[in-house]
């Protein structure tokens, strides 16, 4: 019997394994949608539709630099054991490729790009590796810088990726420059480059906030204008990268480290792993009894 496009679709909606999965399934069988799913259990590839709804919020950070483009994203797991495995490792290295490559503007229309050239797309090249690892496995989020020839990448993993900086230091190529600026940005975790970045509303909330605590202290209204401004520039300084100290020359800011080295930071992206999502409670006793017993 001829395996058509709608059998194979029809064959990933009840098990959730992968496009090339199902047709080599539906052409073992000869067609056979039972037999078919069957054989995908018998692979262990349908396990992978089960583990859609359990909870991944470990995982790692990851960055790929080709060329003049970068790409810093992050993938999460169930476990961190996982992301210690050789195939998450080179899962890591083929969705970097892809995405410096193919340049996506969003993670559902990376998902829906084909892979390697082979026709198999970059969604069903996950849900394959969630049948061979094991786990559920998504990709999160991304973002792609681009620079010029001038410019100089600022990357920086943390704790095997646990954490993930990337950064462009425009009009300079020092790429140990570049790298501090982002160990910086790991370590502390600005919010904004500068104060002008920070939204006018956000502003004028801390404003009020700091207005109605020197109040509360009971100072003078005619000398609460002034305080209020001093402890907005002192906010200012501690969520803005270039007005914070920087930590490998705290007596100086980063804004002077950056144009000493004749650059400057325009922007900067930082994934920390699992950072908003909900994350299990479930112990190290309790998961392996847990595996013991499926």
């Given at each position: 019997m001829a395996v058509n496009a709608k059998m194979v679709k029809e064959l990933r909606e009840k098990t959730g394994a992968g496009m090339m999965d199902c047709k080599k399934a539906l052409t073992e069988t000869d067609g056979d949608m039972e037999k078919a799913m069957e054989w995908l259990r018998e692979k262990g590839i349908s396990k992978a539709q089960k583990k859609a709804d359990r909870i991944a919020a470990e995982g790692a950070a990851a960055i790929e630099i080709s060329g003049n483009t970068a790409v810093l994203f992050e993938v999460n797991c169930e476990t961190d054991f996982v992301t210690k495995n050789d195939s998450f490792k080179t899962m890591l290295q083929d969705l970097g490729k892809h995405l410096v490559s193919q340049k996506p503007e969003t993670v559902?229309?990376?998902?829906?790009?084909?892979?390697?050239?082979?026709?198999?797309?970059l969604g069903d090249y996950i849900t394959d590796m969630i049948a061979k690892i094991g786990e559920k496995i998504s990709l999160r989020r991304f973002a792609l810088k681009e620079k010029t020839d001038n410019d100089a990448f600022g990357a920086y993993l943390h704790m095997g990726g646990n954490i993930g900086v990337l950064t462009v230091l425009e009009g300079s190529t020092d790429e140990q420059a570049a790298?501090?600026?982002?160990?910086?940005?790991?370590?502390?975790?600005?919010?904004?480059?500068?104060?002008?970045?920070?939204?006018?509303?956000?502003?004028?909330?801390?404003?009020?906030?700091?207005?109605?605590?020197?109040?509360?202290?009971?100072?003078?209204?005619?000398?609460?204008?002034?305080?209020?401004?001093?402890?907005?520039?002192?906010?200012?300084?501690?969520?803005?990268?270039?007005?914070?100290?920087?930590?490998?020359?705290?007596?100086?800011k980063v804004k002077q480290f950056v144009e000493a080295k004749g650059g400057q930071i325009n922007a900067f992206d930082r994934f920390e792993v699992g950072e908003g999502m909900e994350k299990r409670e479930e112990n190290f006793a309790d998961e392996v009894m847990s595996q013991v017993k499926k």
């Open positions: 559902e229309a990376a998902l829906e790009q084909p892979l390697h050239g082979d026709g198999q797309k790298k501090d600026v982002a160990m910086h940005v790991a370590a502390v975790n600005p919010r904004y480059v500068s104060q002008q970045d920070i939204p006018e509303e956000e502003a004028n909330a801390e404003r009020e906030m700091l207005k109605t605590q020197a109040l509360n202290e009971g100072k003078p209204e005619n000398i609460v204008e002034k305080m209020v401004e001093g402890r907005l520039n002192k906010f200012f300084a501690e969520i803005c990268l270039l007005e914070q100290d920087f930590v490998k020359d705290p007596d100086q």
